[in-house]
């Protein structure tokens, strides 16, 4: 009788064993939380497609960051819903706009976690594009003018840099992003301060419930002439390239769950930390399945955190980063 030579069954025989052999390792450090923050005074409200989420006033968020550093997260992601709106989006590049106060809020409260700033017009334009629309005037077609709103993020990136963010995330898509705030950062003095690009970022429709947020949904047309064709994996490549010859110091891939060969893509060919973004609607869904009773929440969220490490994200930017902690650390 023939023998397997390779016995894999016996280093698989208890739980023991099989933590020892572990291939791949997923911890808190791992993990960046995104954090809406709002204006207002006393509010803690749930996104209604995200449970579990919520839209935070300055004077709710230092409890949800205390809680972020007593799990171990070591990152925070902060996106902001202004107040005011308009066609240039003027509240994203204002000092005391409602991201750099939060900025300026978290340093103080925990100094030793990352801030990472989100880059982008989307959120502050009554349009809700990611740059500046202007009406072609042949066509009389509204469309995203690329150079004049690079002017606009740079200024957004520069200010987030001064409130105290160590991490600049641009997310918009704009051609020549990453260059024009390397440029931007280093003529301000803030040479030092590292671009986390979106560098891969599909025309997906995994958004919908960040777009409910957020509070950025376009007002018309969609983002599809900036943002990636889910069926192209060669632009992918070209897109990272660009990026990285541009001066961006991590790379990243949104959505994660669909796009995972992406993720491998970038890790073998590239030498950047990557950045893995389980998005909302990858978030919604196992919510959705696990109230209904479908699926054991915990199992699903760590096994899907896992496989994202597995594919190469050194990081991965998710809403169950809280749960996932607490459950890595053997609470339930």
């Not at 291939?23 to 803690?44: A, Q």
Request: some cysteine.
């Amino acid at each position: 009788m023939q023998f397997p030579t390779v016995r894999n069954r016996r280093l698989r025989r208890s739980s023991a064993l099989r933590s020892l052999v572990r291939e791949t390792i997923l911890s808190e450090n791992d993990l960046i939380y995104p954090i809406f923050v709002t204006h207002g005074h006393n509010v803690k409200e749930e996104i209604p497609s995200m449970p579990g989420v919520y839209h935070f006033s300055m004077d709710r968020l230092e409890e949800e960051i205390r809680e972020v550093v007593a799990l171990g997260i070591k990152s925070v992601l902060l996106f902001g819903i202004p107040e005011h709106k308009d066609a240039l989006g003027t509240s994203a590049y204002d000092a005391n706009g409602i991201v750099q106060e939060s900025i300026r809020a978290v340093k103080a409260w925990a100094p030793e976690l990352v801030v990472i700033a989100d880059t982008c017009l989307c959120q502050f334009t009554d349009h809700g594009h990611c740059g500046v629309v202007h009406v072609h005037e042949k066509t009389g077609v509204a469309e995203v003018d690329n150079d004049s709103s690079l002017d606009l993020l740079v200024q957004t990136a520069v200010s987030q840099a001064e409130a105290g963010a160590d991490i600049i995330a641009p997310s918009n898509m704009m051609d020549g992003f990453v260059l024009a705030i390397r440029e931007g950062l280093d003529a301000a003095g803030f040479s030092d301060i590292a671009i986390m690009s979106y560098s891969v970022k599909f025309s997906s429709a995994y958004y919908g419930p960040f777009r409910d947020a957020a509070h950025s949904a376009p007002q018309f047309g969609d983002r599809k002439t900036y943002q990636m064709d889910p069926a192209n994996v060669r632009e992918a490549l070209r897109e990272a390239e660009s990026d990285i010859e541009e001066g961006a110091d991590m790379l990243m891939v949104k959505p994660a769950l669909a796009y995972l060969d992406i993720v491998r893509l970038l890790k073998d060919k590239y030498n950047l930390p990557v950045t893995a973004y389980n998005v909302s609607a990858e978030y919604s869904m196992v919510k959705a399945a696990a109230a209904n009773g479908w699926i054991n929440e915990r199992e699903i969220v760590l096994e899907t955190l896992t496989g994202m490490k597995r594919a190469g994200a050194d990081l991965i930017i998710t809403y169950h980063a809280k749960d996932a902690a607490r459950w890595l650390k053997g609470e339930e």
